[in-house]
């Protein structure tokens, strides 16, 4: 059942209740009743948003309405103030605001008792009633915090363990492959003494992303297996600037002409967002060596603005069809790291534009 479903219940139940406990005649119910207990059905509404408020509305509301003269059903109405108290323990995790509540909704009941001119007071059935009205709400409430944390830590089990297992797979598949690439090509460049300096220049190449893939693997893995380390694992501050000096080594490397204007300026930037500046500068660095033209520059731009870490990216002979799944992906990064990004043609060529916030 819908949530706003449910909390209308009482908004529907509470005129039948006080409807069926007037009787012409003989009992009915007062006016001020019914606009209490209306007054207190539409409160409940916004129990979702507003738990402890609306605890403590209803247990004032529910302090005149106890001490009226309730005839059958309608003397039930009050008690959406239990309702409330065992809603707002079994939701929140701090015991702070329940005591709050449930020292109101107390009050509630031992003045309802206390201003109640219709029946003798302090007797066996009001100490009981006051007990039963406090306790049942904070048991039941218990009762279900602490089934919602077991499912909540049964749930965090089953995804600690599938990180592990992912981890574990990273390790034994893309890892070892990742190795042996890197120690393979290691020794090439030591056994082919007297190659042709292209060949060796290449080998060297491939080593390093290797090797700097190996190194993002086993950061992932560290991040996987522990992800209260995440920060830590990811990306370093200086191994931001580290890798995006490598990044842009590699366009040179390919024949492009790089102008780097970066300010290096690690402070306010977390470990999420050196990695999604990072990503975004190699992704965009690697759709210029797919689609650009090595005769025209490359101009790579970091700095601050706003508050946040500005990346320009320009470069010569891309255009809108080389725009695919790479800048898709750049995209909805950003839009995760709640930043800005755009990617087309300019008066400088291919532009790639990105802002996001620091920490």
């Known amino acids: 059942m819908h949530p706003l479903l449910l909390r209308s219940v009482p908004l529907l139940v509470t005129p039948v209740l006080l409807a069926v406990s007037t009787f012409p005649g003989e009992f009915r119910v007062s006016a001020s009743y019914w606009v209490l207990a209306c007054a207190s059905a539409v409160v409940f509404l916004f129990g979702d948003r507003r738990p402890l408020s609306v605890s403590l509305i209803l247990s004032a509301l529910a302090v005149p309405m106890f001490a009226a003269q309730a005839w059958g059903l309608s003397g039930l109405v009050p008690y959406l103030g239990a309702v409330s108290l065992a809603e707002l323990t079994a939701r929140t995790d701090r015991n702070r605001p329940v005591l709050v509540a449930a020292v109101s909704w107390l009050g509630a009941l031992l003045l309802g008792v206390a201003l109640d001119q219709h029946a003798p007071r302090w007797g066996a059935a009001d100490l009981t009633t006051v007990a039963a009205a406090l306790g049942l709400p904070l048991l039941l409430g218990l009762y279900l915090r602490g089934q919602r944390q077991m499912r909540a830590a049964a749930q965090a089990q089953v995804r600690a363990q599938e990180r592990t297992a992912m981890a574990r797979e ?46 993002d693997i086993r950061r992932w893995q560290t ?17 931001l600037w580290d890798e995006i000096d490598a990044a842009t080594g590699r366009v040179r490397a390919a024949g492009f002409t790089v102008v780097a204007d970066i300010d290096r300026d690690s402070t306010g930037l977390d470990a999420m967002t050196r990695l999604t500046v990072l990503r975004v500068v190699q992704e965009s660095l690697t759709n210029v060596m797919k689609h650009a033209d090595p005769a025209g520059p490359v101009t790579v731009a970091i700095g601050r603005r706003d508050g946040g870490v500005e990346i320009r990216v320009d470069s010569v002979g891309a255009d809108e069809h080389s725009a695919g799944m790479g800048v898709l992906g750049m995209s909805e990064r950003m839009a995760l790291a709640g930043g800005e990004f755009s990617a087309g043609s300019g008066e400088h060529g291919w532009e790639v534009r990105a802002w996001l916030p620091a920490s």
Do not use: F, N, W
């Open 170 to 215: 990273l390790h034994d598949l893309v890892a070892h492959h990742m190795a042996s690439i890197v120690l393979r090509t290691g020794v090439a460049e030591h056994v082919i003494d007297g190659a042709d300096p292209r060949v060796t220049e290449v080998l060297g190449d491939v080593h390093r992303t290797a090797a700097d893939a190996l190194a």
């Open 223 to 239: 991040a996987l297996r522990d992800p209260g380390l995440h920060e830590v694992a990811m990306v370093e501050p200086q191994a």
